[in-house]
């Protein structure tokens, strides 16, 4: 290497040095740790049971999501939330693992609308139609609430044994604008899940 090239080199890792210093210093929203976790707070499923009718098991669940003012922040910034509710439902096996029978799962959508400064949750279980409040802790009740889901027939659970039914609750960062996209790329905080919930089902 030759004095001139071992000399821009040297200039080359002084800029560098330098211009990484003024990023800390200049963004520290970048770092993690200067960060809150985004989705702190009670995520958990309350409640659940099933029912039968007409030799359909439909599913009701009540689910604690979490709140905070940072979420409701990032929902009027752009950012959407995807509330998943998963289920499963098995049957017990003695000198085996267990049969699963259905595994489904329920996604829908929180957002903001900035016209009618309102927060929209769409859900498929209202049959493509959308709702919106107020406030984002009307809007996270309405999501904890699952009022006759349908997740199996009678058919399905027609050999002899015990079956259990686990439900799981979930919320992570969904859509995202194209600013929010460049800023946000590095994160990992907007994802959070409940523990199981299981029981047996009633037959």
Known sequence: MTAKDEKARRLWVRF??????????????QWPES??????????????????????????V????????????ALRDGVSLSYDVDVEVSR?????????????????????????ERFVVRDPLLDGEQKSYATLDEALT????????PILVASQVAEPGTYLVSVRASVQRGRLTDALRALMFWS?????????Y???LPR
């Open 92 to 116: 017990e096996r003695r000198f085996w693992t267990n049969e699963t029978i259905v595994t489904l799962q329920l996604k829908r959508e929180l957002s903001y609308h900035s016209v009618s």
């Open 16 to 29: 560098m040095t330098v211009a990484c210093l003024w990023l800390a210093g200049a963004m520290p929203w």
């Open 62 to 73: 009540r689910t604690r999501y979490p709140s905070s003012d940072e979420t409701a922040s």
């Open 35 to 60: 960060r809150a976790d985004p989705l702190e707070g009670t995520l958990e499923v309350q409640s659940a049971f099933v029912n039968v009718v007409g030799g359909v098991y439909q599913l009701h």
């Open 188 to 196: 990992d905080d907007w994802q959070r899940e409940s523990e199981w």
């Open 198 to 200: 299981s029981w047996s």
């Open 142 to 149: 309405a999501l904890g609430s699952i009022e006759s889901w």
